[in-house]
């Protein structure tokens, strides 16, 4: 296991988590709401630290995990997220650099399992494959994001007739080459279901972050 930082690189460079576009009104309602959801959902389950942020990105609610006392390891497969996430709070968690496709952690190493902000940008051979490895670190609880349909945004939307336009994805190399075409991806109860139960999962409850505004919903997987 990687050594992880006790102070900050010496850097000039901002953090991600601390630019300008994080500093938003709009912003910091919409990451607080979604760090309460995911608590919400880690408290319910009374799941056993530590819990495995994967992905983690640069370090996505770290600092309100940190002041909640709940024990975090990370996970990411791009070099310079993982450089963030290190330094994201002090003391830094545990991150890694790695796939989530292929982790280096033992079956069942983990009580409790985020994925956050990921499965939705991917194809579906790619989620199912991202699932099966999920499934296997997993001892009990996996919380995924996914976006709902049935909610007054997406309602709105429909009635505007709002569609972005689908990604240019021929000139992306790496890993990033897998993510899908498609700008959104909105899957009902059962479609979630029918994701889980390929890597042996069922669905256990639903958490909406803001369900008046928002289409973001959690999916807590029990393992059978």
Not at 2 to 10: G, I, K, L, S, Y
Not at 102 to 118: A, L, S
Request: net charge positive; glycine share 4%.
């Amino acid at each position: 296991m990687p050594v992880t930082p006790t102070t900050r690189p010496e850097t000039d460079l901002v953090h991600p988590l601390q630019g300008p576009r994080q500093r938003t009104l709009r912003r910091r309602l919409n990451n607080w709401s979604i760090y309460r959801t995911i608590r919400r959902a880690i408290r319910d389950c009374h799941a056993e630290e530590p819990i495995l942020m994967a992905p983690c990105g640069y370090g996505w609610f770290f600092d309100r995990f940190q002041r909640d006392g709940i024990e975090v390891v990370g996970i990411d497969i791009d070099h310079e997220t993982v450089v963030h996430a290190r330094s994201a709070v002090i003391p830094a968690p545990q991150v890694l650099e790695g796939s989530l496709l292929e982790m280096p952690f033992k079956d069942g190493d983990f009580d409790f399992i985020v994925n956050n902000r990921f499965m939705l940008h991917f194809d579906a051979a790619f989620r199912a494959k991202a699932f099966k490895e999920l499934a296997r670190v997993a001892r009990r609880y996996i919380l995924v994001h996914y976006d709902y349909p049935a909610s007054i945004r997406q309602f709105l939307r429909r009635v505007r007739g709002a569609r972005k336009a689908d990604r240019d994805i021929a000139h992306i190399e790496g890993w990033r080459k897998t993510q899908r075409e498609k700008r959104k991806l909105l899957f009902s109860r059962e479609e979630m279901a029918q994701e889980g139960a390929v890597a042996g999962l069922s669905v256990k409850k639903l958490y909406f972050v803001t369900p008046i505004i928002s289409d973001r919903v959690y999916c807590l997987y029990e393992k059978a």
